[in-house]
């Protein structure tokens, strides 16, 4: 396969997990087959906690997000079909290409790290928002 940004020929790599990608040795993109971006998320292999205790800039990194894929046209390096942009789960502020026939994902330099923050924060908000039922519901049954 060929990368969608400069078409270099891909490169297959373990990132981590034993999960096998598709990465582009010039840019620093990389391509993942349906279930790879799942089966990272499910692990956690790196340390993210400098980037967690950063406050983002919110603004800041929607105005990026906005602007980060205009006028850029990826083709998918499997089908060759036009990829389209999109925002990773409504909410992560993290602009990945999907492809809609076959369902892999191309994520530019640095958006892997990105979403594996992402990852972790969502988390840690998880355990944050169990424990604070935990005690509310044992307050209220004291």
Not at 43 to 55: F, G, N
Not at 63 to 83: S, W
Not at 105 to 129: H, Y
Request: charged letters at 30%.
């Amino acid at each position: 396969m060929r990368c969608p940004v400069d078409k270099t020929e891909l490169w297959s790599k373990i990132y981590e997990a034993d999960i096998r990608v598709d990465a582009c040795p010039a840019c620093g993109g990389m391509w993942l087959d349906p279930g790879e971006l799942e089966g990272i998320q499910e692990t956690k292999e790196r340390d993210y906690s400098e980037e967690l205790a950063r406050m983002p800039d919110l603004g800041y990194n929607a105005y990026k997000l906005a602007r980060q894929k205009v006028g850029r046209t990826l083709y998918c390096p499997k089908c060759n079909i036009e990829m389209e942009a999109r925002e990773y789960a409504r909410c992560s502020q993290v602009m990945i290409d999907v492809c809609p026939e076959c369902h892999g994902i191309w994520l530019d330099k640095g958006e892997i790290e990105a979403l594996e923050t992402f990852f972790e924060r969502s988390r840690l908000e998880a355990r944050n928002i169990r424990q604070v039922f935990l005690v509310s519901l044992r307050s209220v049954f004291k």
